[in-house]
T-cell receptor
């Protein structure tokens, strides 16, 4: 059974800092990995998707890496802004048709002025 | 571009009542997934359908049932509602061959 863990559970940084969020998963037989952002009480916004054959993806100030063999992914946020404050979730997609996503426990990020 | 549409966005029910949540996938997507996110929890997979057949089943209570219709929309039926069913319910759709899930905005169910 796939288990996904995110560290740290919560993080507070001053504006402008670069930061790294970590995601680890127990079963390396994955199809893809997604990073989502969720504001309190709101829906899931997809940030980056990495296919299992890829090593990293970049979008603006965000960079996600994937090391499938070690069961780890990182989300790097450059030059953090107060608007980045949210919960960040990683989710691992299994192999096979119509495989579910298994979500991590999330990292709650607070970027202060 | 068309996205996944969920209705209603908010729903308030009493204990023991019944609720029906609807999901309209992105056109041409053949797979629908349902997830439940309780307060302070991560989303948990409930059930999925591929080409109108149940594909996978997670921790879905027996009081819940779901189906995918001929137009590919899906409905999640929840009976004998309990306080613990209060949650955000997300629907996602994908093309099974690509397995990239796109999420709807969610339905917030409050059971009083």
């Amino acid at each position: 059974k796939q288990e996904v863990t995110q560290i740290p559970a919560a993080l507070s940084v001053p504006e402008g800092e670069n930061l790294v969020l970590n995601c680890s998963f127990t079963d390396s037989a994955i199809y893809n990995l997604q990073w989502f952002r969720q504001d309190p009480g709101k829906g899931l916004t997809s940030l980056l998707l990495i296919q299992s054959s890829q090593r990293e993806q970049t979008s603006g100030r965000l960079n996600a890496s994937l090391d499938k063999s070690s069961g780890r992914s990182t989300l790097y946020i450059a030059a953090s802004q107060p608007g980045d404050s949210a919960t960040y979730l990683c989710a691992v997609g299994g192999t096979g048709t119509a495989s579910k996503l298994t979500f991590g426990t999330g990292t709650r990020l607070q970027v202060t002025l | 571009a068309a996205g996944v549409i969920q209705s209603p966005r908010h729903l308030i029910k009493e204990k023991r009542e019944t609720a029906t949540l609807k999901c309209y996938p992105i056109p041409r997507h053949d797979t629908v997934y349902w997830y439940q996110q309780g307060p302070g929890q991560d989303p948990q997979f409930l059930i999925s359908f591929y080409e109108k057949m149940q594909s996978d089943k997670g921790s879905i209570p027996d009081r819940f049932s779901a189906q995918q219709f001929s137009d590919y929309h899906s409905e999640l039926n929840m009976s004998s509602l309990e306080l613990g069913d209060s949650a955000l319910y997300f629907c996602a759709s994908s093309l099974a061959t690509k397995n990239i899930q796109y999420f709807g905005a969610g339905t917030r169910l409050s059971v009083l």
